[in-house]
C-alpha cells in the first residue's frame, strides 16, 4: 500500500512499536496529546505520521510524509483496513452497556451450529467456531488489530463475524475501518464508564456512532424496545437509512410474553416475526432472555434465515464467566460466577438467582479502582438490599488504595462482611454455605489476573472455587 507515494511497510498506533518505513497513527490518550508521541515515532523510522493538522510539524521533521485529518483516529483506522486486506462479508456488532459478551457469543453458537463458519470477537477473545478464545486486552483492540484480525479471518474462510463494540472503542474510532456491518445490535444504558465519558449524553452518543456510522446504508438496527434511550435510537436508525427491528416486552418482531424460571433455565414464551411460539433456554434471568431475543434478533437478520436460527437457540451455553455454574457443594448448595461490575447488572444477577433459589442468596463483589467511583457505594446499597449473605472484597483495585474503595461500598452495605483479600473471602464465603444456597461471585467473570498497586497477579475466580469445592 502506497501513502502519498511512499510504500507503506507497517502502522501502529503505539510509536514503540514502529519501525522504519511505517506509518505512525498520531493519537490522542488520556495520559498526553498525539504530539508527545511524535519524536518517539519519528526517531524509531516513521515514514510517514497521520495527526490532526496543528501536530504536523514539517519544519522540525522534514524527513516525513505528514497526513492531516481533523479525524486522524478514523483516517488511521481507514488505513489499516485498506493496509490489512479484504474483511469478512457479513459482520454484525453489538454495544450497550451489559450484554454484548453473551449476545455476539449467542450469535457465534448459533451460527456454528447452521454449519455457518463463524467468529467472534471482544470481551472473551477471538473466537473462532467451537475452538478456545485467544484472549484480547480490550473488549474492542485498537484498529490496526481489528483490521488484521478480519482480514486473517477472511483468508481462513470465516465470512460471519460476530463484534462486540465497547463506547471508548467506538468514540475512539477503532471500528473506524471496519466494513460490511450489516447489522447492529443495541442491549441497554446504563450506569458505567463515566470517569471517561463525562455525561450519560457522551455516552450515549459514543453509542450512536455504530448506528450512524459503522452500519452499512440499509443494514438492519436491533433495538431493546423497553429501554427509555428506544425512539432516540430509533430515529438516529431511521434517519441514516437503516432498517429497525425491535425485541422485548415491549418488542414488535421479537416479543417477550412471558419467562418461567425452570431448575437449569427458563421456558419463554415469544413472538417471533408474527407467530407465537415457545422455546426452553438453558440461562437464568430475564437479562439473559433478553439477551436471547437480541442475539435471534441479530442471527436471523444476519443469515436471513430466522427460521434455521429459532431451532437451535435452545442448545446454546451461557458465556464464559456470565452467571456460569462453577460446581456445587455436597450440601447442594451452587456457586456462579459472574462478570457483573456495574450497578445494573449487579441488580439484574441478583434478581435473577433469587427466583432459582430455595435457600440464602450470597453475593460476593468488589468495585475497580481507577474507574467512576460513583457507582460503588451505588452498588453496595443494591447488595445490601437484594442479597442475604453479603462479601465485599477487592476487585482490580489498580493504583487505587483498595481498602478506601471498600469502605465506599461498605458505607452502604451495613451487612456486609469486608474481607480484602480476594482468595479468602471466596473460601470463607463457600465454607458459609447451607443447603440450597446459592453463592455470587460476581465482578472480574473469565478474568485470569488481578490489578493490584500498579502490578497484574495471577487470579481466577473459577481456580479458587475449585480449589475450595475440593
Do not use: W
Amino acid at each position: 500500500m502506497k501513502v502519498s507515494g511512499i510504500e507503506i511497510k507497517g502502522l501502529s498506533t503505539d510509536s514503540r512499536l514502529i519501525k522504519p518505513g511505517y506509518l505512525f497513527g498520531a493519537q490522542d490518550s488520556e495520559k498526553a496529546p498525539a504530539s508527545a508521541y511524535i519524536p518517539s515515532a519519528v526517531q524509531n523510522g516513521a515514514a510517514v505520521i497521520v495527526c490532526k493538522p496543528e501536530y504536523a510539524d514539517t519544519n522540525a521533521y522534514p524527513q516525513v510524509t505528514f497526513v492531516t485529518d481533523n479525524n486522524p483516529n478514523k483516517a488511521f483506522a481507514r488505513l489499516a483496513a485498506e493496509f490489512f486486506g479484504p474483511q469478512p462479508e457479513n459482520i454484525a456488532a453489538v454495544t450497550g452497556t451489559n450484554g454484548k459478551t453473551s449476545i455476539a457469543d449467542f450469535v457465534r453458537q448459533i451460527l456454528t451450529r447452521m454449519n455457518i463458519k463463524a467468529a467472534s470477537m471482544g470481551t472473551l477473545g477471538l473466537i473462532k467456531g467451537n475452538e478456545a478464545p485467544v484472549p484480547s486486552p480490550n473488549t474492542t483492540p485498537n484498529a490496526a488489530v481489528i483490521a488484521e484480525e478480519l482480514a486473517s479471518l477472511k483468508q481462513d474462510g470465516y465470512d460471519y463475524v460476530i463484534m462486540e463494540t465497547s463506547s471508548h472503542g467506538l468514540c475512539q474510532y477503532r471500528t473506524g475501518g471496519v466494513q460490511n456491518v450489516k447489522v447492529a445490535g443495541f442491549t441497554n444504558l446504563t450506569r458505567d464508564h463515566l470517569d471517561y465519558h463525562k455525561t450519560f449524553e457522551n455516552y450515549l452518543a459514543a453509542k450512536e456512532i455504530l448506528f450512524r456510522e459503522v452500519l452499512v446504508a440499509g443494514g438492519t438496527a436491533v433495538l431493546n424496545a423497553d429501554i427509555e434511550v428506544y425512539e432516540r435510537l430509533r430515529k438516529v436508525c431511521e434517519d441514516s437509512g437503516k432498517k429497525v427491528i425491535s425485541y422485548g416486552r415491549n418488542g414488535s418482531e421479537l416479543k417477550l410474553l412471558t419467562a418461567v424460571p425452570k431448575l437449569d433455565g427458563q421456558q419463554l414464551r415469544i413472538v417471533f416475526y408474527g407467530r407465537e411460539t415457545e422455546i426452553f433456554v438453558p440461562l437464568a434471568g430475564e437479562f439473559q432472555a433478553m439477551n436471547v431475543l437480541c442475539a435471534l434478533g441479530m442471527a436471523a437478520e444476519l443469515t436471513g434465515k430466522p427460521n434455521d436460527v429459532l431451532q437451535h437457540i435452545s442448545h446454546i451455553h451461557g458465556a464464559k464467566g456470565r452467571l456460569d455454574l462453577a460446581g456445587k457443594t455436597t450440601g447442594g448448595a451452587a456457586i456462579y460466577i459472574d462478570y457483573a461490575h456495574t450497578p445494573d447488572a449487579l441488580e439484574n444477577v441478583i434478581r435473577a438467582m433469587r427466583s432459582h433459589c430455595r435457600g440464602r442468596l450470597h453475593v460476593l463483589f468488589g468495585c475497580g479502582g481507577d474507574r467512576d467511583a460513583g457507582k460503588r457505594p451505588i452498588m453496595g446499597q443494591i447488595a445490601n438490599d437484594l442479597a442475604d449473605v453479603i462479601y465485599v472484597t477487592d476487585d482490580n483495585p489498580r493504583t487505587e488504595d483498595a481498602e478506601k474503595i471498600r469502605a465506599q461500598i461498605m458505607a452502604s452495605c451495613p451487612r456486609g462482611k469486608n474481607i480484602g483479600n480476594r482468595a479468602e473471602a471466596i473460601k470463607t464465603a463457600i465454607a458459609g454455605l447451607g443447603q440450597d444456597d446459592i453463592l455470587i461471585v460476581a465482578g472480574k467473570g473469565h478474568e485470569t489476573g488481578q490489578y493490584i498497586n500498579g502490578q497484574i497477579f495471577h487470579f481466577s475466580d473459577y481456580e479458587e472455587v475449585c480449589k475450595n469445592l475440593k
